[in-house]
């Protein structure tokens, strides 16, 4: 295959930024319809490109097509190559971003329809999924970060789409401040690596990771390093606050972030370096423990929520945790499976919505009910959605969860069981969400003011797609083609793991309509009585408030910047102040002892050559 294939991957989106920023925005104001269509064009024809890569990937030895490499610059005796890498573990990821990328902009066409923003927005888009493009088909850590920062750059954007908006403007520096204390990490894993190793070529440093060249604790840093960075993107624990707050965006935004591109990005940078985390143990275990607490942690959140895009955001926490989990207990086929079937559902599960928004102006779910008979395709593909992600069989999100439980009960059993409780808590705040939304009757005031109507096609049509994904994606061989164990159809119900997990996710979805459709039981009741428990996941763990009020205003704010601003003011502005001062100073007395007298001068030599006389006959 042609190096050009791949660059033209990457280049198509970049080219739909480039014409909708520099010719339509500022040429073609009253035609914005354009810039959708451009971006629809590029990103379709990226897929297409996509797909040919990937049918090679599959016919070619041991899954890789070797891609010749281009020198780039020459430093001294330092070198330093461009190229790409296109193995079974990119030609997978190519599929998930370009596939879901091009839904997302076709459902954006609807849900955007009429915003006075709707070019800037396509042209963010398009820069979005070129950077996540170059992410994952970058060879080298070098141009690896360059494009991981360049996914961050545009999150920001997006987040803060609505820049009028204080509370987007909020999130999208948010965004951008949390994830940059993972870059950091990463950063320093790079630079570490280089001065190690003398190399950024990530086939390289494979390679001195499985001799043994590169190991003890240096690769167990390097390793750390790096996940620091995974953690900030992935929104792992502690570095998760950033990511309920990115839904101040538009809500495709949210659908991209959340299912193919920013988050996707940790998980696939773990997944990329994984012959380094192999090889550390301790790496290993802080990618496990951090994903395992990660999972269950957010899911307790994501209980008590009435946002339903913040529901779905603590959703996504926690389903990348399962997905580090995975990583973590050396399952990288299935956890990358994962992340290829929650990027279906879970776009779907942001579009559908935007969907009940863009018919009832809302995101509470305290003010909707009643949708499922106004609303029946969104319904539809929302229960779908919902069943998958709670691990029901046969749709996608089962496949992948057991082979995620199967690995962490053979390596790690303290946190199968925190997966385990992770299942139940992910299929009762789904379907309580599902209940409130859909069940019962309408909340919002009366629909005559505010009538009640599905979607337009235009965003129906990607969530039929989706739909479809939800269900067969997890019947592909991704995991045996990743390198992982095939699994049969009927087969996987045969292990005691699965039953287990499908039950937990029955009772979690018995729960949520005992309490939030058959009424069986009282919630208020319930509220009552894990009082301390509700407030604790309400406040979110009160961990947002020690973050800002704590560390920022406390610690940084009053602490480490007043110290900055004391030692600027006093110390640095004070001796240039204090030497400015001096020298005027001196200057003054200078100028008085210049009066012009004669007599003045004579007598100040006279005394001057007395002075030499006493020196000279004192240290004779």
Not at 11 to 40: A, D, E, H, M, W
Not at 170 to 179: E, G, L, N, S, Y
């Amino acid at each position: 295959m042609p190096p050009e294939v791949a660059l033209a991957i990457i280049l198509l989106p970049f080219f739909s930024f480039v014409i909708i920023s520099f010719v339509i925005r500022p040429f073609l104001k009253n035609r914005p319809q354009l810039s959708g269509y451009i971006t629809i064009a590029s990103i379709g024809a990226s897929l297409l490109l996509s797909m040919w890569v990937l049918i090679e990937v599959i016919k070619a030895p041991g899954h890789v097509l070797p891609m010749p490499d281009y020198q780039w610059l020459v430093v001294g005796d330092i070198a330093i190559s461009i190229g790409v890498t296109l193995d079974s573990l990119a030609a997978v990821m190519l599929i998930v971003v370009t596939s879901v990328s091009l839904l997302v902009q076709i459902y954006s066409q609807g849900y955007m329809h009429g915003d006075p923003g709707y070019s800037r927005y396509f042209a963010f888009m398009s820069l979005f999924t070129c950077s996540m493009l170059g992410l994952v088909l970058a060879d080298n850590l070098l141009f690896l970060y360059v494009f991981w920062e360049g996914v961050g750059l545009c999150s920001y954007l997006l987040i803060g789409f609505w820049f009028h908006k204080p509370e987007a403007a909020r999130a999208a520096t948010k965004a951008f401040v949390v994830t940059r204390i993972g870059d950091f990490g990463f950063l320093a894993a790079i630079l570490f690596l280089f001065a190690k190793t003398g190399t950024f070529d990530i086939g390289e440093l494979h390679q001195l990771a499985l001799i043994g060249a590169l190991g003890g604790t240096v690769l167990t840093w390097a390793a750390i390093g790096v996940f620091s960075g995974a953690v900030g993107k992935s929104a792992q624990f502690p570095l998760h606050t950033w990511l309920p707050d990115a839904m101040e965006g538009p809500t495709p935004v949210s659908a991209l972030i959340h299912a193919a591109t920013m988050v996707a990005a940790g998980v696939y940078l773990v997944a990329r370096l994984f012959p380094m985390f192999a090889h550390s143990p301790q790496a290993m275990i802080t990618v496990a423990i951090i994903g395992g607490f990660t999972a269950i942690f957010a899911a307790t959140i994501g209980l008590v929520m009435n946002d339903i895009k913040w529901v779905l955001a603590y959703s996504t926490i926690s389903q990348l945790g399962y997905m580090m989990l995975g990583l973590g207990v050396g399952g990288l086929a299935v956890g990358i499976f994962h992340l290829f079937n929650h990027a279906f559902f879970k776009a779907l599960l942001f579009m559908g919505a935007g969907s009940v928004n863009h018919a009832t102006g809302t995101f509470d779910i305290r003010e909707m009910g009643g949708l499922r008979k106004a609303m029946p395709w969104t319904f539809a593909t929302f229960l779908i959605a919902s069943l998958s992600i709670a691990g029901i069989w046969p749709l996608s999100g089962f496949w992948s969860k057991e082979g995620i439980l199967a690995h962490a009960w053979a390596h790690q059993p303290i946190l199968f069981f925190l997966a385990m409780a992770t299942v139940f808590l992910t299929a009762f705040y789904m379907f309580r969400v599902l209940f409130l939304t859909f069940g019962g009757e309408y909340r919002g005031g009366s629909s005559d003011a505010h009538p009640l109507r599905e979607s337009p096609l235009v965003m129906i049509l990607p969530m039929a797609l989706l739909a479809i994904l939800s269900v067969i994606s997890g019947w592909l061989p991704i995991s045996g083609f990743l390198g992982g164990e095939s699994h049969g159809f009927f087969s996987a119900l045969a292990s005691p793991l699965a039953l287990v997990s499908l039950l937990l996710a029955a009772l979690g979805i018995l729960l949520a309509y005992a309490l939030y459709s058959a009424r069986w039981l009282s919630v208020e009741s319930l509220r009552q009585t894990f009082a301390p428990l509700h407030t604790l996941f309400s406040r979110k763990y009160w961990l947002d408030e020690l973050y800002e009020r704590v560390f920022v205003m406390r610690i940084l704010v009053d602490g480490l910047f007043a110290a900055c601003h004391w030692f600027d003011d006093q110390v640095i502005d004070g001796a240039v102040n204090g030497i400015a001062g001096g020298t005027v100073t001196a200057g003054r007395v200078i100028r008085r002892l210049q009066t012009g007298q004669l007599q003045a001068y004579g007598l100040a030599i006279f005394i001057g050559i007395l002075a030499i006389v006493a020196c000279f006959l004192i240290f004779g």
